[in-house]
Antibody, heavy 118, light 106 residues
Framework: QVQLVQSGAEVKKPGASVRVSCKASGYTFTGYYIHWVRQAPGQGLEWMGWINPKSGGTNYAQKFQGRVAMTRDTSISSAYMELSRLGSDDTAIYFC???????????WGLGTLVTVSS | DIQMTQPPSTLSASVGDRVTITCRASQSINTWLAWYQQKPGKAPELLIYMASSLQSGVPSRFSGSGSGTEFTLTISSLQPDDFATYFCQQYDSPPFTFGQGTKLEI
């Protein structure tokens, strides 16, 4: 069965960076894009971008351009999302999600809470 | 960016009710629309994709319809487990935006 296991909660200071990992199992890692979606407390869902695990190619939402980097390590079937220059409005749960035949998500990680606080 | 609107933000209903949740896109997205259910503290779960295709394992009381800019999610007979927040998502073109959600409450 498809599983996406994310890294644990993080607490960061303003201006710092955070790296969240997403380890995939149960399918061919290079066969499907991994997307990152975040959700601020009590708010809706916000798409951040995708990575093609096969090529390493990425597509980031304009809002995060220059501040986000999505990478992968195919040897361990893991995807990573690094967000830099954190502000308090980056406090959110960060989800990785695997797409299906289209850009919708049947599989999600449990989420990683990132708290930005001085 | 394509804006997704889900009025209202909260909907009150009772067990056994037939409920319709709406989603509007700021421009045509054909049928590139998905619906998710989210419960507190959990990841979203895919219910519907391609506007009307039921995801495997999802109860048949859930159905979706629409194309272009107007979409609906219908629950034919509400069950206690259905009280949750529902999000639509367009995947016509990036950024793949979500609606702000409709919370279904008793």
């Amino acid at each position: 069965q498809v599983q996406l296991v994310q890294s644990g909660a993080e607490v960061k200071k303003p201006g710092a960076s955070v790296r969240v990992s997403c380890k995939a199992s149960g399918y061919t890692f290079t066969g499907y894009y991994i997307h990152w979606v975040r959700q601020a407390p009590g708010q809706g869902l916000e798409w951040m971008g995708w990575i093609n695990p096969k090529s390493g190619g990425t597509n980031y939402a304009q809002k995060f351009q220059g501040r986000v980097a999505m990478t992968r390590d195919t040897s361990i079937s893991s995807a990573y999302m690094e967000l830099s220059r954190l502000g308090s409005d980056d406090t959110a749960i960060y989800f990785c999600a695997r797409q299906s035949s289209g850009y919708f998500y049947p599989y999600w990680g449990l989420g990683t809470l990132v708290t930005v606080s001085s | 960016d394509i804006q997704m609107t889900q009025p209202p933000s909260t909907l009150s209903a009772s067990v056994g009710d037939r409920v319709t949740i709406t989603c509007r896109a700021s421009q045509s997205i054909n049928t590139w629309l998905a619906w998710y259910q989210q419960k507190p503290g959990k990841a979203p779960e895919l219910l519907i994709y391609m506007a009307s295709s039921l995801q495997s394992g999802v109860p048949s009381r859930f159905s979706g319809s629409g194309s272009g800019t107007e979409f609906t999610l219908t629950i034919s007979s509400l069950q206690p487990d259905d009280f949750a927040t529902y999000f639509c998502q367009q995947y016509d073109s990036p950024p793949f935006t979500f609606g702000q959600g409709t919370k279904l409450e008793i």
